[in-house]
């Protein structure tokens, strides 16, 4: 069977991450075929449009999507191609590796965060010279189906229950409704949960990540509190993430396009190759998935590493050791 999976790496170290990503799913025996596409600040910039429609129709009808990051144009690129792939959840496992100088060795949590709404519904207008507004948008819907699917995982993948992150005593109408209906499809299916404010869970996690497990919140504070446990581990090189529906999903490193190294050739593909280990585990390869993240641990460990992890190696180098390993 073949597999066709859209391909987008958009803007800065996108380019780089996402083709060594790409040579590690043609080291295994899997049957892929991949179609790449155009997105981002560089193609806006030659066309005038951020996302061109057949780069959506293509995330849309591909088994799968592996995209790199974007700049600029983020809010043109990945929110549209998130919905192209029907995404409600997007996860975002973030992990201490042994070997890595992490900030918080024992951290191991994983954050799921509602992929549609929020303050990233797009409700955002210019009024005056002075005003700008924005609407934050919480539906029941989507909360429903966000804890619906946290209540499969913690089953599936045996975790005890999972923790609400919001901030209902402040937007007490959206993260009120978020919290309440979160906690109330837990409590239908029989799953335990417990609640903290997300201003607390940032001083927590970084205090005692290992009180944490399963973290469900709401779209922006995952964004945001994920790329702060990143900081608990070793950086952004290291969080891949996973956006998914329910008849396709999309893959991306957590990371954006590092404007700073983007063309030395230096970024961390770490993230990208972990992103699309979860792509092989979405399609049913759950051995070659493994493989991938024993292949890329090891490499964290032993090295090679790239400079944000101390190493003074390239993206290429340690994208041939992990192929080396698999
Ligand atoms: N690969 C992830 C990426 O490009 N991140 C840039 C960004 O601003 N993302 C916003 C989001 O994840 O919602």
């Known amino acids: 069977m073949t597999h066709e999976i859209a391909v987008i790496p958009g803007d800065g ?3 780089e991450v996402t083709p060594a990503a790409i040579e590690v799913l043609e080291a295994l025996d899997i049957d892929f075929e991949f179609v790449e596409a155009d997105a981002g600040d560089a193609v806006k910039a030659e066309t005038g449009e ?3 429609e057949e780069t959506y129709e293509l995330a849309a009808s591909a088994d799968a999507t592996l995209f790199g990051a974007a700049g600029e144009t983020a809010a043109d690129v990945i929110l549209p191609l998130r919905d192209a792939v029907g995404s409600f959840v997007n996860i975002r496992p973030a992990k201490a590796y042994p070997g890595i100088d992490a900030v918080r060795p024992e ?13 990233y519904s797009g409700h955002e207008d210019r009024l005056t010279n002075d005003v700008s507004t924005l609407t934050r948008v919480v539906t029941e819907s ?7 699917f946290a209540c499969d995982y913690v089953d599936t993948d045996d975790h005890d229950g999972f923790t609400i992150v919001h901030k209902a005593n402040v937007m007490r109408e959206t993260d009120g409704l978020f919290r309440d209906t979160v906690a109330e499809v837990a409590d239908e299916h029989g799953v335990e949960t417990d609640e903290v404010l997300m201003d607390a ?20 504070a995952g964004d945001v509190l994920s790329d ?6 070793g950086g952004l090189g290291l969080l891949p993430s996973a956006n998914v529906g329910t008849e396709r999903a999309l893959f991306e ?3 954006g396009t590092a404007p700073d190294i983007a063309g030395e050739g230096v970024a961390n593909p770490a993230a990208a190759i972990i992103s699309a280990a979860m792509l092989v585990e979405y399609l049913g390869y759950d051995e070659e998935a493994d493989a991938i993240n024993e292949a890329v641990e090891a ?11 101390g190493g003074d190696a390239s993206t290429e180098d340690v994208t041939e050791a992990v192929i080396d390993r698999l």
Do not use: M, Y
């Open 142 to 148: 989507a909360s429903r189906e966000l804890a619906e």
């Open 299 to 309: 490499t964290l460990e032993e090295g090679p590493r790239t400079p944000d992890l």
């Open 107 to 119: 951290t191991d949590l994983v954050f799921l965060r509602e992929n549609t709404e929020g303050v």
């Open 50 to 52: 951020a996302l061109p």
């Open 201 to 220: 869970f940032a001083t927590h996690v970084c205090l005692d990540p290992e009180q944490f497990d399963v973290v469900v919140c709401p779209n922006l």
């Open 13 to 15: 170290i996108g380019q």
């Open 253 to 255: 490193p957590v990371h």
């Open 228 to 233: 702060l446990a990143a900081g608990l581990v």
